[in-house]
Each structure stands twice: as structure tokens, then as C-alpha cells.
């Protein structure tokens, strides 16, 4: 596969605030790339900058051969765009919008089927204002798919839905994929990287920290299994030092987490429900937790809220 997306050491700074910070990376033909990260980490910029949109302080961007600057219009017939923040009239119909949509692009697709295909076809004559969010969002796929891009970005597709509409997304964007399109991602979830992504970039302060498929950021993490449970009484000094010395423990109230700090000769859920019967205290809700990207995340980024 050919990488399609090239950006070498991208920088892009609003006054003293340093959004991008000397990223890199590649986007192979045909495959879901994410990038995700903490509010300010830089994704949306990085982004915006790649669909010519930004224009960057420094570093080198090629998107499907062309520098998104100095060659935007030809550019934009071939990539189709969903922003982070997209709106349309409130009292434009559906087929109204995909029509004048069209128009832009000397090569649009049919969008009769992209309705059919999008779950949209009993809302064609139903003002914008009327949908769901989850119908809003297949609106804006089908708008990005008329130009019948190569290269496809999704900046934040998915936040603002409930959990159906956004695992019913996340089939479309499946079947996007299907048509041999390339898709560039970003999102807050690490559930929907983890599903959706081939590789996953992770960003923090403008920096690229980590680039790899989920399953080898999840790997490279090197944590074992998670035994989680709640007791029904008091956790005495004695159990909680021979607890601690099953795994790395947090507690909660009466919810406690044991993280297994490798290879041990008896499970780490067998250990933890000997230690309990032994001390006669009574567990229930007990269950077993692999690790996820979601850990890789927080580990890499840290744990603290940030506006």
C-alpha cells in the first residue's frame, strides 16, 4: 500500500499557543487511520491543515500527491470532508441539500442511492432542522461522499450521539471503507479507534507520542488482566496488604481493581477469591477486565480533566 497522506514535522502555533508541534506520519491507500488525544492535543488543527483549510507554520504536507495550499481545488474534488462543527440551513430539505451539494463537484456521485444507503431515504423531504443527530451525521457522510473522494476526513464524527447512533456510524464507516476509500479520523473514543482504526496516532500537547496498531499500543503496554469486584464490609489492613501484594490495587468505596503485574504461578482472580474466602468477606459483581486502548491512552496522556 502507498501512503496517500504525508506530513513531516508539521508545526502550526496561534501566538504562544504551540497547537502542532513537529508531527509526522503516513496514511496508507485504504485504510482507516485515527488520530486521537486529550481536548487541545492538536488533532483538529493537524487536520484542518491537511484539508487546506490552516495553513501551517512550517513542515511538508502532501495529501494524494498535491500540497493542500498551493493546490486546493483540485484537492477538494477529490476528498470529501466532514467537519468538526458543520451546519446546515435549519429549513433545507434533505434532497434539497444533497442536490445543490452535487452541483460543486464536476463529478458527482448519484446521490438517489446514497440515501438508500445511508438510511436517509424516508427523510429525503424533511428539513434539516427535523433530524436526529444520527440522521444529521449520515446527511453530512453522504455530502462528503457526492465528490466520490479517495481520501475521506472525519473530524470528531461521532461526538454528541447516543450510543446506537453512533455504533450504527460506525457500520457506515465500515462500509465506506469497503469501497476502497481511505479514511482519516479523528475522535475522542478509544472504543471507536480501537473498532474502526487499522493504526492509531495518539497526540498529546501537540505532540505525536505514539503511532501503531490498537492491538500493539495495547501490547506494548505490557499490563496483564484487571479483577475488579466490590466487597460487603471492611477492608482490613491485613487483606489489603496481601491484596496489594496480588496486584496494583485502587479503591473505591467498596469497589476495588487489582491490576496483575505479569506472569504469576495461579491466576489473578483465583489469588483474589482465596484471599476474600479466607477472610470470610463477602464479594459479589466480581468480573475480569483485558487491557484497552482506552489504558494505553490514559498512561500515555495522563488522567487529569483538561478544557
Given at each position: 500500500?502507498?501512503?496517500v497522506?504525508?506530513?513531516?514535522n508539521?508545526?502550526?502555533?496561534?501566538?504562544?499557543?504551540?497547537a502542532?508541534?513537529?508531527?509526522?506520519?503516513s496514511?496508507?491507500?485504504?485504510e482507516?487511520?485515527?488520530?486521537?488525544?486529550?481536548?487541545?492535543?492538536?488533532k483538529?488543527?493537524?487536520?484542518?491543515?491537511?484539508?487546506?483549510?490552516?495553513?501551517?507554520?512550517s513542515?511538508?504536507?502532501s495529501?494524494l500527491?498535491?500540497?493542500?495550499?498551493?493546490?486546493?481545488?483540485a484537492?477538494?474534488?477529490?476528498?470529501?470532508i466532514?467537519?468538526?462543527?458543520?451546519?446546515?440551513?435549519?429549513?433545507?430539505?434533505?434532497?434539497?441539500?444533497?442536490?445543490?451539494?452535487?452541483?460543486?463537484?464536476?463529478?458527482?456521485?448519484?446521490?438517489?442511492?446514497?440515501?438508500?444507503?445511508?438510511?436517509?431515504?424516508?427523510?429525503?423531504?424533511?428539513?434539516?432542522?427535523k433530524?436526529?443527530?444520527?440522521?444529521?451525521?449520515?446527511?453530512?457522510?453522504?455530502l462528503?461522499?457526492?465528490?466520490?473522494?479517495?481520501?475521506i476526513?472525519?473530524?470528531?464524527?461521532?461526538?454528541g450521539?447516543?450510543?446506537?447512533?453512533?455504533?450504527?456510524t460506525?457500520e457506515?464507516?465500515?462500509?465506506?471503507?469497503?469501497?476502497?476509500?481511505?479514511?482519516?479520523?479523528?475522535?475522542?473514543?478509544?472504543?471507536?479507534?480501537?473498532?474502526?482504526?487499522?493504526?492509531?496516532?495518539?497526540?498529546?500537547?501537540?505532540?505525536?507520542?505514539?503511532l501503531?496498531?490498537?492491538a500493539?499500543?495495547?501490547?506494548?503496554l505490557?499490563?496483564?488482566?484487571r479483577?475488579?469486584?466490590?466487597?460487603?464490609?471492611?477492608l482490613?489492613?491485613?487483606?489489603?496488604?496481601?491484596?496489594?501484594?496480588?496486584?496494583e490495587?485502587?479503591?473505591?468505596?467498596?469497589r476495588?481493581?487489582?491490576?496483575s503485574?505479569?506472569?504469576a504461578?495461579?491466576?489473578?482472580v483465583?489469588?483474589?477469591?482465596?484471599?476474600?474466602t479466607a477472610?470470610?468477606?463477602?464479594?459479589?459483581?466480581l468480573?475480569?477486565?483485558?487491557?484497552?486502548?482506552?489504558?494505553?491512552?490514559?498512561?500515555?496522556?495522563?488522567?487529569?480533566?483538561?478544557e
Open positions: 500500500m502507498q501512503p497522506v504525508t506530513a513531516e508539521l508545526r502550526k502555533s496561534y501566538g504562544s499557543t504551540v502542532v508541534d513537529g508531527v509526522s506520519f496514511v496508507l491507500e485504504g482507516i487511520f485515527g488520530m486521537v488525544g486529550p481536548n487541545g492535543a492538536g483538529t488543527t493537524t487536520i484542518e491543515c491537511l484539508e487546506g483549510l490552516r495553513q501551517p507554520d513542515g511538508s504536507l495529501v500527491g498535491f500540497d493542500p495550499q498551493r493546490e486546493s481545488n484537492l477538494r474534488v477529490r476528498c470529501g466532514q467537519l468538526q462543527q458543520s451546519n446546515l440551513p435549519e429549513r433545507i430539505r434533505v434532497w434539497e441539500a444533497l442536490d445543490l451539494y452535487s452541483s460543486f463537484y464536476p463529478h458527482a456521485l448519484d446521490w438517489e442511492p446514497l440515501l438508500v444507503q445511508l438510511g436517509l431515504e424516508e427523510k429525503r423531504n424533511a428539513s434539516f432542522g433530524l436526529s443527530g444520527g440522521q444529521k451525521q449520515r446527511l453530512f457522510i453522504a462528503a461522499m457526492l465528490p466520490d473522494p479517495q481520501l476526513f472525519l473530524d470528531e464524527l461521532t461526538t450521539l447516543d450510543p446506537q447512533a453512533r455504533h450504527a460506525w457506515m464507516v465500515r462500509a465506506v471503507r469497503a469501497r476502497g476509500k481511505t479514511i482519516l479520523l479523528t475522535t475522542h473514543f478509544m472504543e471507536e479507534a480501537e473498532r474502526l482504526c487499522d493504526r492509531v496516532a495518539i497526540l498529546d500537547h501537540g505532540r505525536l507520542i505514539a501503531d496498531t490498537p500493539a499500543l495495547v501490547r506494548g505490557g499490563a496483564g488482566e479483577v475488579i469486584f466490590h466487597i460487603d464490609g471492611a482490613t489492613p491485613e487483606l489489603a496488604s496481601a491484596l496489594a501484594q496480588a496486584g490495587m485502587q479503591v473505591d468505596g467498596d476495588i481493581a487489582l491490576q503485574r505479569g506472569e504461578e495461579m491466576p489473578l483465583s489469588t483474589i477469591v482465596n484471599l476474600l477472610a470470610g468477606l463477602r464479594y459479589s459483581d468480573r475480569t477486565e483485558q487491557p484497552t486502548l482506552e489504558d494505553v491512552f490514559l498512561k500515555l496522556t495522563g488522567r487529569e480533566m483538561r
